[in-house]
């Protein structure tokens, strides 16, 4: 019983001991401003390309406008012009990255297999998602043409059955019992079974989640803060009679990541709210936003974490013997992260070489969950 007061005091002056960390303190109030800043670059991530568009007379034209108005995500935001002309002074002054203009009677263009030089298309220099953007025109374009000849081949055989055929067709399109691709710009965390396609399993995921990409680095840079805590223990030796200095070097890396973990929680919180909220953010919506369920899944995520950090210190303590060497280290390591993990952009998807970088960071790891 003794023995286990006398850890908790322990403990208990370890973490008191940080309040009194000018950087520690410093470190603990960046939290929200970083979290308010990386979350500005999520939103602009997420606000989508500017695709300008004009869909001249067809008996298509409200059914194409309907359904890429639909597809509207955080890849595309499509800007519905009313002629060639203003598509052509948008992409100019570049206020959308691409433009693409669907001729007068493209129905009857495609049918008639005339469909060649019915779609122009103007981009600007700087444009990388102009061949995304023809996939989702000509994708919203084929299957109308599709369901007419469909309807069309079936009409000759019987109205019944061309009636069950095309009730047959609505219902396998968005069932997922056909392949499709889909090119996902979301957080992992965020991905439910329905954003797959049964037979398209490897998707494209390029964006990430900054907010929680940011934290799960600060929260790293605590632990490793612990790692020089301990040196000092360590050389003035004084914990040496109370615990083994294995149990001193654990405990300082984990006191160091709990409180970390605590306000980067409580912003998560707040960010997630007033992402769900969008233009109406109220106190009740925002603090509304996770269940309990949310709240245990959030918590053991970072408990996750922190062995992972408390793991990850210990090796790096094999590896970097002195107090200078992983002070030297720490600017390093929180860099690497920051540029080898998917924090702002998966680099892997570009380079080979990052794909492999980034599994030896633990902010990777954590951003997986």
Known sequence: MFRVRQYRIWIGLLARRLWKQPAYIGLLLLIPFVGYAAGMIEREARSGAVVAICVEDSTWSEAIISMLSEQEDSVFVFDFCADRSEVERHVAGEEADCGFVLTEGIDKKVSDGKWKKSILAYETPASSITGMAKERIAGAVFRLYSEERYAEYMGQISASAAEFAMEAYERHLTDDSTFGFRYLYDDSYSRSDSDRNVGNDNLVNTAVFPVKGVFAVLIFVSGMCGMLEYEKDKNEKRFLRIVPNILTYMVNVWIATVFVSAAVLICLWISEGIRSCGDTVSAGSIFSVWNAGMWAKQIGRLVIYQCMILVYCVILKVLLR????????????????????????????????????????????????
């Open 322 to 369: 002195s107090q200078e060497t992983i002070a030297a280290a720490i600017p390093v390591l929180t860099l690497g992260s920051l540029v080898c993990s998917p924090v702002f952009i998966r680099m892997g998807n570009y380079l080979p070489v990052f794909a492999v970088l980034e599994k030896l960071f633990p902010a990777s790891y954590y951003l997986m969950m």
